[in-house]
């Protein structure tokens, strides 16, 4: 079941599945999955496995960059610790000319990744964040990163979170990612819109064409097995669509969340594991 969201266990199945999105005129952000290690030796790990991923994509001239968590860095052991490990990484993704994500966890741990990936972003402009639409932060946090040239990730968000920090209604979400998206679009920067949702997809292409943003200057984001007859189409329309595509051992909290975000992926599971 968590293969229709997970390429593979092993590193060579996420470069062939990148491939084959790159044959489709898709590029892609590969994310070893992992997250929460309870060992610098576990973090340390990680990191080479981060590493790695960007010398197989130079040696197979993929077009892809890399997502990464902090937790899976060890942010949970030490921010210091974490943060030296995150800079190894972003001065490899620069040698290669390529880019380091971070991806944005649960609410607790923004603060201390907005503050990392600045640190780090005064020093390279090889990281970029991502910024959820369910916290209410998220707004003044989008205008701090960009008063660091930061390249933003935008996403609903994707954790269970209390009324005191994101909106719960879907409308209201969905409202603040209209909002948010006006901020980033016309800042100059090239930022990616992740989404899979069609109503913020045309919000995001109404928004470039009244300031006269080209399909160039931005992309669109979607998860690997998630509405590919979408990202097939954005890509026919001219679109840039980036595919992210996470591979490893560790799969089970990412394929968790993919379940709960859709009450009817876990029906499709319960019938599928019966069968
Ligand atoms: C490239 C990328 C990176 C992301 N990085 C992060 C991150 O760093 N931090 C974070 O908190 N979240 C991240 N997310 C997840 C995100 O926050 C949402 O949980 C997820 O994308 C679903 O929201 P949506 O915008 O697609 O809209 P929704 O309104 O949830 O969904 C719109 C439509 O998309 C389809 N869809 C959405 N999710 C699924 C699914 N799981 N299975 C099947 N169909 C689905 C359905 O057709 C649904 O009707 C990322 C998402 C993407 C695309």
Same mark, same amino acid.
């Given at each position: 079941?968590?293969?229709?969201?997970?390429?593979?266990?092993?590193?060579?199945?996420?470069?062939?599945?990148?491939?084959?999105?790159?044959?489709?005129?898709?590029?892609?952000?590969?994310?070893?999955?992992?997250?929460?290690?309870?060992?610098?030796?576990?973090?340390?790990?990680? /990191?080479?496995?981060?590493?790695?991923?960007?010398?197989?994509? $130079?040696?197979?001239?993929?077009?892809?960059?890399?997502?990464?968590? @902090? *937790?899976?860095?060890?942010?949970? @052991?030490?921010?210091?610790?974490?943060?030296? @490990?995150?800079?190894?990484?972003?001065?490899?993704?620069?040698?290669?000319?390529?880019?380091?994500?971070?991806?944005?966890?649960?609410?607790?741990? *923004?603060?201390?990744?907005?503050?990392?990936?600045?640190?780090?972003?005064?020093?390279?402009?090889?990281?970029?964040?991502?910024?959820?639409?369910?916290?209410?932060?998220?707004? &003044?946090?989008?205008? +701090?990163?960009?008063?660091?040239?930061? /390249? =933003?990730?935008?996403? &609903?968000?994707?954790?269970?979170?209390?009324?005191?920090?994101?909106?719960?209604?879907?409308?209201?979400?969905?409202?603040?990612?209209?909002? @948010?998206? &006006?901020?980033?679009?016309?800042?100059?920067?090239?930022?990616?819109?992740? *989404?899979?949702?069609?109503?913020?997809?045309?919000? *995001?292409?109404?928004? $470039?064409?009244?300031?006269?943003?080209? &399909?160039?200057?931005? +992309?669109?984001?979607?998860?690997?097995?998630?509405?590919?007859?979408?990202?097939?189409?954005?890509?026919?329309?001219?679109?840039?669509?980036?595919?992210? =595509?996470?591979?490893?051992?560790?799969?089970?909290?990412?394929?968790?969340?993919?379940?709960?975000?859709?009450?009817?992926?876990?029906?499709?599971?319960?019938?599928?594991?019966?069968?």
């Amino acid at each position: 079941m968590a293969r229709r969201f997970v390429a593979g266990e092993g590193l060579d199945e996420a470069l062939a599945a990148s491939r084959v999105c790159n044959d489709h005129g898709m590029m892609v952000s590969l994310d070893y999955l992992g997250e929460n290690v309870n060992s610098t030796a576990d973090a340390q790990h990680s /990191r080479d496995a981060y590493l790695e991923v960007f010398e197989k994509i $130079a040696a197979q001239k993929l077009s892809a960059n890399v997502s990464c968590k @902090l *937790t899976a860095l060890g942010l949970d @052991l030490s921010t210091e610790f974490c943060e030296g @490990l995150v800079m190894s990484i972003v001065e490899r993704a620069a040698a290669a000319d390529n880019f380091l994500r971070v991806d944005m966890e649960g609410s607790e741990y *923004t603060q201390r990744t907005i503050e990392l990936v600045k640190r780090v972003r005064s020093q390279s402009p090889a990281i970029g964040t991502v910024i959820q639409a369910y916290l209410y932060r998220s707004e &003044k946090d989008i205008q +701090e990163l960009l008063a660091y040239g930061c /390249r =933003i990730r935008l996403c &609903k968000g994707a954790y269970k979170e209390a009324p005191e920090v994101a909106f719960e209604k879907k409308a209201d979400v969905d409202g603040n990612y209209v909002r @948010l998206t &006006k901020l980033l679009l016309p800042s100059g920067f090239y930022h990616g819109i992740a *989404t899979h949702d069609p109503r913020m997809i045309a919000a *995001t292409i109404r928004c $470039a064409v009244e300031h006269r943003i080209s &399909k160039e200057d931005f +992309e669109f984001q979607m998860l690997y097995g998630v509405r590919t007859d979408l990202q097939r189409r954005l890509v026919r329309d001219g679109y840039r669509l980036r595919v992210y =595509i996470p591979y490893g051992n560790d799969w089970f909290p990412y394929f968790m969340r993919r379940l709960a975000e859709r009450p009817a992926n876990v029906g499709f599971f319960i019938r599928n594991f019966f069968r």
